[in-house]
């Protein structure tokens, strides 16, 4: 069963060097720092919507002016955020994902699928899915999908993708407060059209 999302402001972290396809590649410090900050946010989630409540000011219409970043256009403006800080408020902390490298593979596979290429979604250019993307690493039940575009510091892509802006059911909002993901893996990598894009894979149970 999957439970995919894709965002409309997205974001994150610094690019992986260029390796062969067919070396061995494990999780960068920078990549393991994606779990760890949707961790923080599972755990401490009215810490985050004061964290939000300070940025509030900052809008202007729906144009977000955060200090020294490039200004963000968003569809609904300052009550995207609003409603963020009231689930946050309400939401009751969550056990921590554990980081799993065979996760990690999954959301790789996407990112060197799709980075060259500027497309984006969840679907690969090769028409690979996510349900078969985690089945190539091993045996999962539920299993979800957060994919960001654009250079961003976990932080930050965090807090966006709980506003969800413009996102019809808050799907990526959803899938990090899911309590039934156990354990993660991220990636990031180059993207022709957005500069960096990550990749997130989420599951119930992985053995790697």
Request: aromatic share 6%.
């Amino acid at each position: 069963m999957l439970k995919t999302a894709l965002p409309l402001l997205l974001v994150l972290t610094p690019l992986r060097a260029q390796v062969p396809e067919a070396a061995v590649v494990t999780s960068t410090p920078e990549e393991r720092a994606v779990v760890v900050e949707i961790n923080r946010i599972r755990k401490f989630p009215r810490a985050y919507a004061q964290y939000l409540k300070a940025l509030r000011a900052h809008f202007d219409g729906t144009l977000w002016r955060l200090p020294d970043r490039i200004p963000i256009r968003t569809q609904e403006g300052v009550a995207a955020l609003d409603e963020a800080v009231a689930f946050l408020e309400a939401a009751a902390p969550l056990e921590p994902l554990a980081f799993s490298e065979g996760l990690f593979r999954a959301a790789l596979e996407l990112v060197r699928e799709q980075g060259p290429t500027g497309q984006t979604g969840h679907v690969g250019p090769n028409g690979s899915t996510l349900q078969q993307r985690v089945d190539r690493q091993g045996p999962v039940g539920v299993c979800g999908e957060i994919i960001n575009y654009g250079p961003e510091v976990p932080r930050m892509t965090m807090l966006q993708l709980v506003i969800d802006d413009g996102v019809p059911g808050r799907g990526h909002r959803k899938n990090i407060f899911d309590p039934d993901f156990r354990i993660a893996g991220a990636a990031t990598g180059a993207h022709k059209t957005y500069g960096t894009m990550t990749v997130v894979d989420m599951a119930d149970g992985f053995k790697d």
